[in-house]
């Protein structure tokens, strides 16, 4: 599928909200353990900073991915040379036509350009179905983290299991 990749505008708010609640629903449908309810605002504030990105298809916004210069609070021992994607998300209409593959393929040029060596990203440790996606996409499962209820990173790794994951560039 030929995708156009460029970044969000406020007025794609909507449409990148209604991709993620999308994948979250789905996520929890399939029984697996998903995103936690998205904050609207910090969205808008990921959006207005420039770190949100839209994939356009044939048929309008189809998919969607943030991605952050740092992640310090998940990647301790952070230098500079990684770009962190964070909520991918494709339509569930449009699911299995390559949508996050292309994305990802997106990130790793993009990060490639800022001359970055690694492209990182966490998931759910307990979600098998997308830790082996990533891996088919070659991330490499670098350790599993427990994040404590009172960590200072955001609401939705507070007392969370991740897996986190690394594609050499």
Not at 57 to 65: K, P, S
Not at 87 to 108: H, N, P, Y
Request: net charge neutral.
């Amino acid at each position: 599928m030929q995708l156009a990749i460029a970044a969000a505008a406020r007025a794609d708010l909507d449409a990148v909200m209604g991709l993620l609640r999308e994948a979250r629903s789905w996520h929890q449908e399939q029984g697996v353990e998903a995103w936690r309810e998205f904050d609207l605002a910090r969205i808008a504030a990921d959006i207005d900073a420039g770190r949100v990105y839209i994939a356009h298809g044939t048929a309008g916004v189809c998919g969607t991915v943030t991605l952050m210069e740092s992640d310090v609070g998940v990647w301790a021992e952070e230098q500079g040379d990684a770009i962190y994607v964070h909520k991918l998300a494709v339509s569930r209409s449009l699911a299995g036509r390559g949508i996050g593959t292309e994305v990802l393929r997106w990130a790793r040029d993009a990060a490639r350009q800022k001359g970055r060596r690694w492209l990182r990203l966490d998931t759910w440790d307990g979600n098998r179905k997308m830790r082996d996606y990533y891996e088919r996409q070659g991330f490499r499962h670098v350790r599993d983290q427990y994040f404590a209820p009172d960590s200072p990173l955001p609401a939705d790794y507070r007392g969370t299991h991740k897996s986190l994951y690394q594609l050499e560039l």
